[in-house]
C-alpha cells in the first residue's frame, strides 16, 4: 500500500483517534496498538492508552506478510493484554481490525492457526480495493468488509464506521461480558462499505 | 589567492574555455593583475557567502520539520512536559519567542526547560517557537516551527445525562434510593443507573427487592442485568421478584419452618449431622427457589418471542432470621456480585458466595444460564452462617465491586472492608460521607450522593445495600 490509499489509512486513524476521544468511555478505557505488514510485519505502536496516543508516520511498501502480521498480533495479544487473576483485573477482550489492500506474500496459514489460538472480541477484516482477496480474509474471520477502490474517501469512511463500532463495542462487552458475534450487532455501514457474505 | 587557479579554471570550464598549454603564462599574468586579483577575491567571499546562506536555509528548514513529540495532555489536569531545547540539538538558535501558549492554559519556563499550567482547551492544537539561528542577520524575520499539542477533553465534561424512555414498556426508574426497618434491622439499599447508560439515554439494568417474610425470615435480593442483553433490565427485575415471590408461597413458608427445628438441634447439638442437615435444606429451598426464577425467565422469554438470553441477569439473595441463638444468614449468588458479612466489632469478614468472574474484563455467569444448574459448582453457590451478632450485611453488583475492591483476592481482607466503611463514611475524593445511624434523616439521601463517586471507567449501574 502505498500512495494516496497510505495517507488515507493515516488520516483514518488520525480522524478515528480524534473521534473515540469524544467518547468518554472510549477515553478513559480503551487501548490501541497498530502494526503495519508489508515485507514484515512490525508493529510501530505498542498497545497505548487513547488518551496518551500519538499517530506515528506508517509506510508500506513491498510485498504482503498478512501471516507475520497475525503471528505477531497473537503476541502482542499474549504480552500486552491482562487476562483476569484472583489478584489482578483483567482487560477486555481485544477487538481486531485488519485492512489490506493485497494478497498475502507469505505463509499465511501458519500466522492464522495461531491467531485463532486468541480470543478476541470479535475481528473485523476490510479489503481495500480491487487486489484483495475478501474471500481469504473470510477464512480469517466472519466479518469482512470491502471497498471497491482504495481511494481516500472510501478508507476515511472506514475508518469511521470503525470508531462507532469500537464505541458501541466497548460498551457491550464491558458491561456483559458477552461477545458480539455478528456484524449485526455493529453499527450499520455505510454505503461504500461491502459486507462479504 | 592560493588555489585562484584552480577557480578560474573551474569556470572557464564549465562555460566551454580550456586554456591552451601555449597559453599558460599569459593565463598566470593574467591572474596576477590587481584588478583581476579584486574580482576574484569578491568571487571567492560571494561563494562564501552563498554557502552559509544555504546552510542557514537548510538548518532552519531541518528545524521546521524535525518531528517534536511532547506528551499529550488533559483539559483541567495539571500539565507539566519537558520542553528542552538542549535535547532536540536547538544549540544554535540565536533567538527565539514561543507564541500560542497563553491561549492553551500553559507556560514556557526557559529556566526549567518545562511546559506547565492547566490546559483549558481540548483537540489537536498548535503553539509555535519563532526562532532565528545562527548565521542569521539580526534584522532578518524569525521563522515559524508549529508544535502539536494534543489535549483530551476532561472526560467528565464528556458524559451526558439523558433521560431513559418513560413509554418503554420495561422502562424502570434511573436511581432508586431507600431506607427502611427490615426484621429487627435496618435496610438501606441503593441502585443507580451508570454514567455509561445516562450519557446515551439508556436503562439501569441493575434491580434490587428486598421482603420481611411471614415467619420472621427476610430476604434481600440484587440482581445485575447484562448491558449487551435487550432485555436484562427485565430480566433483573423478573429475577428480583421471582426470588421474593417464591418465599411468599405458603408452601416456602411453611418449609422454612422446618428450619427452625434444625437450627434449635444445632445449637444445642442434639440430632445427629446437624451441620449436614442444614446445608442440604439451604441447598434444597434456595436452589428450588434459584431454578424458580429460571424458570419464570424461561417462560417470560418463551411469551414474549424473545431468548432467554435477551434476559440475562446475575442473582445475589440472602435470607436472614433472628434466632436466641444469632443470626442465621442463607444465600444463593450466580454471577459477579459479592455477599459480605462483618462481625459485630467489624474485625471479621465471612463472605457468603464466591463470584463468576472470567479470563477478560466483564465475563461472568447468569441465572438464565441452563448449565450453572447442571455444573458441579452448583452446590457450593449456596452460603450458610450461623453468627451471634453481625454489624453490616453488604451486597452489591459489580458498579460498586469493581471501583472498591478491583480484584477477588481484596474480599476476604477485613482491611479492604474497613477501608470501604471508612469511605463510605467520607473518607473519599468527593467527601461524600453516610451517617449508617438508624435515625439519620438524611440517610437515604446520603447514600444517593455517594453512589455517584468518581472512578475513571467503571461507569456501569451501581447497586449497594447494607442491612445493619
Redesign the interface.
Known amino acids: 500500500m502505498t500512495g494516496e490509499p497510505i495517507e488515507a489509512v493515516k488520516n483514518g486513524v488520525q480522524v478515528m483517534i480524534s473521534s473515540l476521544r469524544q467518547n468518554p468511555q472510549a477515553i478513559e478505557t480503551a487501548f490501541i496498538s497498530i502494526i503495519t505488514f508489508d515485507s514484515e510485519a512490525k508493529q510501530v505502536v505498542p498497545l497505548t492508552d487513547l488518551a496518551s496516543f500519538q499517530m506515528v508516520d506508517i509506510r508500506a511498501t513491498g510485498t504482503t506478510s498478512l501471516g507475520e502480521a497475525l503471528k505477531l498480533v497473537s503476541t502482542c495479544i499474549d504480552n500486552e493484554v491482562t487476562k483476569t487473576t484472583a489478584e489482578q483485573k483483567g482487560d477486555w477482550k481485544p477487538l481486531v481490525f485488519i485492512m489490506t489492500d493485497g494478497i498475502p506474500t507469505d505463509d499465511w496459514q501458519i500466522g492464522l492457526e495461531e491467531f485463532r489460538k486468541r480470543k478476541t472480541a470479535f475481528t473485523v477484516a476490510c479489503a481495500a480495493g480491487s487486489a484483495a482477496d475478501s474471500a481469504l480474509l473470510k477464512l480469517i474471520t466472519e466479518n469482512v468488509v470491502s471497498l471497491d477502490t482504495a481511494d481516500s474517501q472510501s478508507i476515511a469512511k472506514f475508518f469511521t464506521w470503525v470508531s462507532a463500532s469500537i464505541g458501541v463495542s466497548s460498551t457491550k462487552v464491558e458491561d456483559g461480558g458477552q461477545e458480539v458475534t455478528g456484524m449485526g450487532e455493529l453499527p450499520p455501514p455505510p454505503a461504500e462499505l461491502n459486507i462479504v457474505t | 589567492m592560493a588555489n585562484a587557479n584552480q577557480l578560474v579554471t573551474d569556470l572557464f570550464k564549465s562555460n566551454g574555455i580550456i586554456i591552451p598549454e601555449h597559453r599558460m603564462k599569459l593565463f598566470d599574468r593574467f591572474l596576477q593583475e590587481e584588478q583581476n586579483l579584486a574580482i576574484l577575491h569578491q568571487l571567492k567571499k560571494n561563494q562564501d557567502q552563498l554557502m552559509a546562506n544555504w546552510k542557514t536555509e537548510d538548518r532552519i528548514a531541518e528545524i521546521v520539520q524535525q518531528p517534536i ?1 511532547i ?2 495532555a ?1 483539559v483541567g489536569k495539571h500539565y507539566a512536559a519537558p520542553f528542552d531545547f538542549e535535547q532536540y540539538g536547538w544549540n544554535d538558535l540565536i533567538a527565539f519567542r514561543i507564541e500560542g501558549l497563553e491561549t492553551l492554559g500553559l507556560n514556557y519556563s526557559a529556566e526549567n526547560n518545562q511546559l506547565t499550567g492547566v490546559p483549558t482547551q ?3 492544537l498548535k503553539f509555535s517557537v519563532h526562532f532565528k539561528v545562527e548565521g542569521q542577520p539580526e534584522e532578518a524575520p524569525f521563522h515559524q516551527k508549529d508544535v502539536l499539542l ?1 489535549i ?2 476532561d ?2 465534561t ?2 451526558q445525562n439523558l433521560e431513559s424512555d418513560k413509554n418503554d414498556p420495561y422502562w424502570k426508574e434511573d436511581d432508586v434510593t431507600l431506607f427502611s426497618p427490615i426484621g429487627d434491622r435496618h435496610l438501606l439499599v441503593s441502585s443507580k443507573r451508570g ?2 447508560h445516562a ?2 439515554g439508556s436503562f439501569r ?1 441493575d434491580d434490587f427487592a428486598f421482603k420481611e417474610l411471614p415467619n420472621g425470615w427476610n430476604v434481600v435480593v440484587v440482581a445485575d442485568g ?4 435487550k432485555l ?1 433490565r427485565k430480566g433483573s427485575a423478573l429475577a428480583c421478584a421471582g426470588v421474593v415471590n417464591y418465599f411468599l408461597d405458603p408452601a416456602a413458608v411453611e418449609s422454612m419452618a422446618e428450619f427452625d427445628n434444625l437450627v434449635q438441634q444445632h445449637a444445642s447439638q442434639t440430632g445427629a449431622d446437624t451441620q449436614k442437615n442444614l446445608n442440604r435444606f439451604v441447598y434444597n429451598t434456595l436452589g428450588k427457589a434459584a431454578f424458580q426464577v429460571h424458570k419464570q425467565l424461561e417462560s417470560f422469554a418463551k411469551a414474549q418471542e424473545v431468548t432467554l ?1 435477551d434476559l ?1 441477569s446475575t442473582l445475589i439473595f440472602t435470607l436472614f432470621k433472628k434466632y436466641d441463638v444469632g443470626y442465621a444468614l442463607l444465600s444463593f449468588g450466580v454471577g459477579d456480585c459479592p455477599i459480605a458479612v462483618l462481625n459485630k466489632d467489624v474485625t471479621e469478614v465471612t463472605l457468603m458466595n464466591w463470584i463468576d ?8 455467569r447468569f441465572i438464565t444460564m441452563p448449565e450453572i444448574f447442571q455444573n458441579e459448582k452448583f452446590a457450593t453457590r449456596f452460603g450458610f452462617k450461623l453468627i451471634d451478632n453481625f454489624s453490616y450485611l453488604f451486597m452489591m453488583s459489580d458498579g460498586i465491586y ?1 471501583p472498591k475492591f ?4 481484596n474480599l476476604p481482607s477485613i482491611a479492604k472492608w474497613q477501608e470501604f466503611l471508612a469511605d463510605l463514611n467520607g473518607q473519599n475524593e468527593g467527601k461524600a460521607a453516610v451517617d449508617l445511624s438508624t435515625t439519620n434523616p438524611d440517610l437515604a439521601a446520603q447514600l444517593s450522593k455517594w453512589m455517584d463517586f468518581w472512578s ?2 467503571n ?2 449501574d451501581r447497586s449497594l445495600a447494607i442491612v445493619f
Not at chain 2, 447484562?226 to 442483553?229: D, F, H, I, K, R
Open positions: 513529540r506528551p499529550n488533559t481540548s483537540g489537536d494534543i483530551n477533553p472526560p467528565k464528556l458524559w454514567r455509561s450519557t446515551v439494568e447484562a448491558g449487551s442483553a436484562a438470553k440475562s468472574v472470567g479470563e477478560f474484563g466483564g465475563g461472568t469493581d478491583v480484584v477477588e483476592a475513571p471507567g461507569h456501569d
